[in-house]
């Protein structure tokens, strides 16, 4: 079949609407509205609407974006898993979002919902959807955590999904969301899903239902985090410490991130695709927490855990 992709855009840009509102209520200020065009004739054409915001009270900077190009082939990231595609035109739409909050408190996310329609003349077309959110905290709250996933996991079995197919959504973040020259996680996961329907076992409606789900879920599963934590006393040291790990937020993203090279080898629009990254970052050669202190707590909750099966009073632990 054919994806309708009309109908696929429209649920996207209201997806898009209804969280940009929700966090311009919560950082008292509306987000900068750039609408783009590629026109016909340019290697990706296409238009698009990236919501930004930075330097605000709670958001030091958000991006919420949405795109829907066009070009004709496919790029390497895109084809790499599926190299019988390699060559294709393709139509992709969808939102991603990145915050970076003030606060050191509370965790940076990540959301994405996408779309991708593969041709070929005298080749019926191939459509797949792709998409997950993960959190990254600074300074863990078990509850939180424990909330982010289990809001994920609602989402994966209200579209109809069972158990089994939400850990394997769990576990894939997991590993996809990995610093592999670190040996270590980015942040405490969520969920990740990719090419779900190309392989014809899943139908296009299972895969919209899913995929439309996560987007919804993403609100129910941030902003109790981010009101419960945005008032929360800090100082320089939770700030120099939330800037060491943006640190391994840029790495991951600019290493390897499948979005981010297949927007750059596409030709889209680096503002917009950079916008992931964060204000400000820090490096330090060799650094290592000072064991028992507020910031070695992270590195023990980025051991992957059935976070969704654990109780929100159960502290971590070094012996889990």
């Known amino acids: 079949m054919t994806p ?4 696929i855009r429209h649920h996207f840009l209201a997806l898009q609407a209804r969280i940009v509102a929700a966090l311009a ?3 008292g200020r509306p987000f900068r509205e750039d609408r783009w065009q590629r026109p016909e004739g340019e290697a990706l054409v296409g238009d698009g609407v990236s919501c930004i915001t930075e330097d605000g ?6 991006g919420v974006n949405f795109s829907h190009v066009r070009g004709a082939s496919l790029p390497p990231s895109a084809s790499a898993r599926r190299p019988e595609l390699a060559g294709r035109a393709f139509e992709a739409l969808g939102v991603s979002l990145v915050l970076h909050p003030r606060n050191p408190y509370c965790p ?9 329609v593969a041709t070929a003349e005298g080749s019926p077309p191939v459509w797949w959807f792709g998409g997950g959110m993960d959190l990254t905290p600074y300074y863990p709250f078990v509850e939180d955590i424990v909330h982010f996933h289990r809001t994920c996991r609602d989402a994966v079995l209200g579209a109809g999904f069972d158990e089994t197919q939400y850990r394997h959504y769990k576990r894939w973040c997991d590993e996809y969301f990995y610093l ?7 942040g405490v996961g969520g969920l990740f899903f990719d090419d779900l329907g190309a392989d014809g076992t899943i139908p296009f409606e ?3 239902r899913l995929t439309q789900a996560v987007g919804d879920a993403f609100l129910p599963a941030y902003l109790p985090l981010l009101e419960r934590r945005l008032a929360h006393p800090y100082g320089e040291r939770e700030r120099d410490f939330q800037a060491y790990r943006r640190g391994r937020y840029v790495e991951f993203n600019l290493v390897w991130d499948r979005g981010t090279h297949f927007g ?3 030709g889209g629009r680096t503002e917009a695709i950079l916008m992931s990254l964060p204000p400000l970052a820090r490096w330090r050669y060799d650094w290592h927490p000072e064991p028992g202190s507020p910031e070695a707590a992270l590195y023990e909750a980025l051991r992957p855990r059935d976070w969704a099966e654990r109780s929100a009073e159960t502290p971590l632990t070094g012996t889990e």
Not at 4 to 7: E, G, N, Q, R, S
Not at 57 to 62: F, H, K, S
Not at 180 to 186: A, I, L, S
């Open 4 to 7: 309708d992709t009309a109908a």
């Open 25 to 27: 209520r919560i950082d």
């Open 57 to 62: 009270p709670v958001l030091e900077r958000g």
């Open 108 to 116: 940076t996310v990540h959301l994405n919902v996408r779309a991708f």
């Open 180 to 186: 592999k020259h670190r040996e270590e996680p980015r």
């Open 206 to 208: 299972s895969a919209w």
């Open 264 to 266: 750059l080898q596409s």
